[in-house]
């Protein structure tokens, strides 16, 4: 099957700075596809590549199996919903919707008909007539999903799309966008750099940093068996722990990682647990993070709200089942 | 500093008024800014009041009186006998000559200003946008009758551009040029040619500036997303660049369109013996002391730019502003 986008050694410099690197990735039709990273990692100038808003300095793109390498945005069947939405100020809701299908010569009556479909798909029937300073954030950010999907593109790039929506919108419009994608088919890129977001939606993950990949897999894999430190840390802020630390407890000289709520934290006392002391505890709601300190290392633990939490400052001892200590590729 | 001295602050949550009438003034504006608004608004509005809007009021009242033909006094009764005067065939020739040449200079002005400020607004950085803004800002520096001085020079039959088409062999170009009934003439220093380019020339800035203002405000995604959706380069340029610049271009041409319709030096340095309105309006004050009809010829330019504007209006100008 040829994929829905496929990079092959691609990397795109700006100057000296290399902003993509040596980048193989492959994305399955039909998949929700998110690119996860911290900001200058790179993600967004892959979606560029994809876009076709940047060319590659060195490698080939192919778009469902077609190279794409010196091929004009505006010959792609590839559409984007940027991050500030970028609509149309001149032109109402119905005429943002409908521009891909002006510029391609479609009929007024049909065009409008098929925006005014879109804008049902998204939620916003009959919002046609209003201009885009007219709506909130979340009506923009729907009314540019309806101008992208009109144009029924190969692969959907959303970049950041949900950055600038308050918590509440944030998580309905996850699901909502979820759910699209599931009913129509069309292959989702991703970019945020949100890992929730990028845990509860995708399919498949891809974490970037520094222009290149760390690791690619599904939420599961990416979230439970981190590949290295940065993966670790960056998704979900596991406790990443030194080699030395890890030989004591998995007999190998490796760099390991430690979901918070994996620990369990105890009164002191003597056994094979792990001497501690509490250094701050932050009160989530749900749950409580607790700060701790063994002997030098700075580790972090989930517990549930209401437990009986130590003072300050005073010892404890923290266990863990010996399956949770995930070992990384890192040895040193 | 340490941490704790932060927190030693021996001062009163509410400061004392630093007192005097400097104190009690900033308090009193400070708690009415309307007052302050007022004091600041008060010299231009009466500026504005009196001196323009009266002059210009002044000048229309001007217009309905008419002259004595034999006494050459005016005589300041209600009459639009000089209105009557101005639609004489040759006033309405002036009237025309005007308009058309103030259209096309806004219309030249408008396609050599917006590569010049897309390049400005999309491209030019720096060190490069500091020699964009120079290179504009430049030629107002100096004087306008120096500027146009050189450019009769320029144009002479005698000037270097004859030179350097002669040169290049291409002085058959400028000669076919000036043989063509109209724009031609004895050389380009004498025809219409000749000031319609000084006129593009000394108001090309007044169109570059608002339109770089204005595509300054487009945010550059806008393009991207066009050209995402499939629109071509000429696509995007017609359905998202245009109308978004249009309110700069509509901005620019008031100035071009209204200076090139009230100018009286650059078509009597530079141009036929033809007259524009503003010529009119000079000699009609001045040599021919009629100023009843100068002040109708006055009115002419003041009546377009209502029209120009209503116009601009409807189109839709200025709702991106």
Known sequence: ?332 | MTIAALNSNPAPAILPGSGGLRGALSDLLWRKPSLLLLLMLLPPILWLGIVYIGSLFALLLQSFFSIDEFSGLINREFTLKTYGDLLQAANLDIILRTVTMAALVTLASAVIAFPIAYYATRYARGRWKALFYLGVMLPLWSSYLVKIYAWKLILAKEGILTWLLAKLHLLWLLDAWLSLPIVGGNSLSVSYTGTFIVFVYVWLPFMILPVQAALERVPGNLVEASSDLGASPGQTFRNVLFPLALPGIVAGSIFTFSLTLGDYIIPQIIGTSRLFIGQAVYSQQGTAGNIPLAAAFTVVPIVIMGFYLWGAKRMGAFDAL
């Open chain 1, 1 to 332: 099957m040829t994929s829905a986008v496929s990079f092959q050694k691609v990397s795109r410099h700006f100057g000296s700075v290399r902003a993509v690197d040596t980048v193989d990735l492959d994305i399955v039709p039909g998949e929700f596809f998110a690119m996860l990273g911290p900001s200058g990692s790179g993600k967004t100038t892959c979606l560029r590549l994809i876009a076709g808003f940047e060319q590659p300095t060195a490698g080939s793109i192919s778009i469902f199996g077609e190279r794409a390498e010196g091929v004009p945005p505006y010959r792609r069947n590839v559409n984007t919903v940027f991050q500030d939405y970028a609509l149309f100020p001149h032109l109402d809701v119905l005429d943002n919707v409908a521009y891909g299908l002006m510029v391609k010569g479609v009929g007024k009556p049909e065009r409008r008909k098929a925006a005014e479909e879109a804008l049902s798909l998204v939620r916003l029937p009959g919002y046609g007539a209003r201009r885009p300073g007219q709506l909130s954030g979340g009506q923009r950010q729907r009314v540019a999903l309806a101008r992208a999907l009109v144009n029924q593109p190969k692969v959907l790039l959303l970049d950041e799309p949900l950055g600038a929506l308050d918590l509440k919108l944030r998580e309905n419009m996850q699901e909502e966008l979820k759910s699209l994608q599931k009913a129509l088919g069309i292959t989702f890129v991703f970019v945020t750099h949100d890992q929730g977001e990028a845990l509860s939606m995708a399919d498949r993950v891809a974490v970037f940093n520094d222009g290149k990949i760390m690791q690619v897999g599904t939420p599961e894999d990416i979230y439970q068996r981190p590949r290295t430190r940065f993966v670790a840390d960056f998704v979900g802020s596991s406790n990443v722990l030194p080699p030395d630390f890890v030989q004591r407890y998995s007999g190998q000289h490796r760099w390991g990682s430690l979901r918070p709520e994996s620990i369990r934290v105890g009164r002191a006392a003597k056994g094979d647990g792990v001497a501690a002391r509490l250094v701050s505890a932050n009160y989530l709601g749900a749950t409580t993070r607790l700060a701790l300190d063994a002997d030098g290392l700075r580790l972090h633990a989930i517990v549930p709200a209401g437990s009986k939490l130590p003072r300050e400052g005073e010892a404890v001892t923290l266990t863990f089942n010996r399956e949770h200590l995930h070992l990384m590729d890192e040895t040193a």
